[in-house]
């Protein structure tokens, strides 16, 4: 019982240490409409739908530090709040009122995506003043929602896949 | 549900929360620190690996391609040649790349002799920065500090604006929070250099507030003032250096003067190997202007 979790916790671990170094390497994921996807995201509000609470807020506080550290000019802790309170909420939600399958994990990454982009926007756009915010909205930070939470399918099946086969013998 | 208020999870989170604000307060007003510092030293080394395997990845899977049909008519014997053939290949691409970046420093250094040049490579891109910013694998144990210029042979490409120990954060100079002197070598006419997200999207900055009498014109080429302007970077970047050319003059939207559209000789989203200015001469006194520049108007300034 032990042994599977903590095997399971450490395919996490490696997974969320792969989608970082993916995420933030030059030239790896193509750039779309001047965009590059936020791989942690999905990544931490799927394992949150399988996992208990105290472990989908730790894993959640790591994605959120890794995208905060990746950051430039940005703010450390902000993403690792923001992602503890979801994984902590999706958590326990997915225990008796969400079903676990890939519709409800794409509609929680849109809600989960969409709270980060408005506050990056909002914190790292609007409030410095730079000009023209709408056309930042709609040319940069929708793109960007849209090429994150497209990814939240290939993300889902590989941590369906860590639970699925990563399982106490029965 | 108000037993779900008193469990200990939701307490546990509620501190956990609370630290992470405690977090963001203090990042917020005093920069990442030695937090920052501590968790840039753990991903940087992850990161430097992997932009170089990704690196040679994408160099041997062209060479490879190039010869695919060849190879599936050859033998064992003659395929394990190839594949050792290509491995000297990859190096020695590698070779001509190391070769080509130290002629360019090379030339910057005869040509400016005062300039510490330090050479550095793109490892990191963030996926949140609509300005092309970007890490580099030289941090403060290099002698790197914060607003030393960064470069290519071609131009500026940018600033370094976060120093860790290993690492660098640069941002480049199609940041909208970019703002320094520069002027036309043609005509010696001066301006400010600045910058928004719809002209950063197309690669071009902005040469602002000059005269309506202005001789700038299209083809000239723009380099730095040296002067401090407003937010002080002026100051912190030597003389000279060249930034693009212009490309369009038109009429501000916000008052009587004109502004220049320069296209920068550097395109700093596809940079991939830079060079950091540690030291100039009269950098100590730049930054002693500088600051002098940011006091004064940090009492009246309006951002």
Redo the contacts between chains.
């Keep these: 019982m032990k042994h599977s979790k903590f095997f399971r916790y450490l395919a996490y671990t490696l997974e969320i240490?792969l989608l970082?170094?993916l995420?933030?390497?030059?030239?790896?994921l193509p750039?779309i409409h001047?965009?590059?996807?936020?791989l942690l995201i999905p990544a931490a509000v799927t394992i949150a739908m399988f996992e208990s609470?105290?472990a989908s807020?730790v894993f959640g506080?790591l994605c959120g530090?890794?995208?905060?550290?990746?950051?430039?000019?940005?703010?450390?802790?902000?993403h690792?709040?923001i992602l503890?309170?979801i994984c902590?909420i999706v958590s326990?939600l997915a225990r008796d009122l969400l079903q676990t399958n890939v519709i409800t994990a794409f509609t929680i990454c849109c809600i989960a995506m969409g709270i980060t982009v408005l506050l990056?926007w909002l914190l790292?756009?609007v409030v410095?003043?730079?000009?023209?915010p709408v056309?930042?909205l709609v040319?940069?930070y929708i793109p960007?929602f849209l090429y994150t939470v497209i990814l939240v399918f290939p993300i889902y099946a590989l941590n369906r896949f860590f639970v699925l086969r990563i399982q106490p013998p029965l | 549900m108000n037993r779900?208020f008193q469990t200990k999870?939701f307490k546990?989170?509620i501190v956990?929360?609370f630290l992470?604000?405690s977090?963001?307060l203090y990042?917020?007003t005093a920069g990442?620190g030695a937090?920052?510092d501590m968790?840039?030293s753990i991903?940087m080394p992850?990161?430097k690996v992997?932009?170089s395997v990704?690196?040679k990845a994408?160099t041997n899977t062209a060479t490879i391609s190039k010869s695919k049909e060849e190879l599936q008519a050859e033998n064992t014997k003659l395929q394990q040649q190839v594949n050792e053939l290509n491995q000297k290949l990859t190096n020695y691409y590698s070779a001509v790349q190391q070769n080509e970046q130290y002629k360019q420093f090379l030339g910057i250094k005869n040509e400016h002799k005062d300039y510490q040049l330090l050479s550095a490579s793109?490892?990191?891109?963030?996926?949140?920065?609509?300005f092309s910013?970007?890490?580099i694998d030289q941090g403060s144990v290099s002698g790197v500090t914060k607003d030393c210029p960064v470069i290519t042979s071609a131009g500026l490409v940018g600033w370094i604006?976060?120093v860790s120990a290993l690492s660098s954060?640069?941002?480049t100079i199609l940041d909208?929070?970019s703002q320094f002197g520069v002027r036309d070598t043609a005509n010696r006419d001066t301006g400010v250099l600045d910058s928004?997200?719809?002209l950063a999207?197309q690669g071009i900055v902005k040469m602002s507030y000059l005269a309506n009498g202005t001789t700038i014109k299209k083809g000239d080429q723009i380099v730095t003032s040296g002067l401090a302007v407003e937010s002080g970077f002026g100051g912190k970047f030597p003389r000279g250096l060249p930034i693009g050319t212009v490309s369009a003059i038109k009429n501000s939207p916000y008052d009587v003067s004109l502004y220049a559209e320069v296209r920068p000789y550097v395109n700093p989203?596809k940079v991939?190997d830079v060079m950091v200015i540690t030291d100039f001469r009269g950098k100590a006194e730049a930054a002693k202007e500088s600051s002098s520049q940011i006091n004064s108007s940090s009492s009246g300034a309006s951002?």
Excluded at chain 1, 23 to 28: D, F, G, L, T
Excluded at chain 1, 65 to 74: A, E, H, K
Excluded at chain 2, 122 to 130: A, G, H, T
């Design positions: 240490i970082f170094v995420q933030e390497a030059p030239n790896v750039t001047y965009t590059r996807p936020l609470q105290t807020t506080i530090l890794l995208i905060d550290i990746g950051m430039i000019n940005g703010i450390l802790g902000l690792a709040m503890a309170l902590f326990y990056q790292n756009y410095l003043g730079y000009a023209d056309y930042a040319q940069h960007y | 779900f999870k546990g989170l956990v929360l992470l604000f977090l963001v990042t917020s990442p937090v920052g968790l840039n991903a992850l990161q992997f932009s990704t690196g994408q793109v490892i990191e891109r963030d996926p949140n920065s609509l910013s970007f890490t604006s976060e954060k640069v941002t909208e929070s928004e997200l719809k999207d989203a991939r951002r």
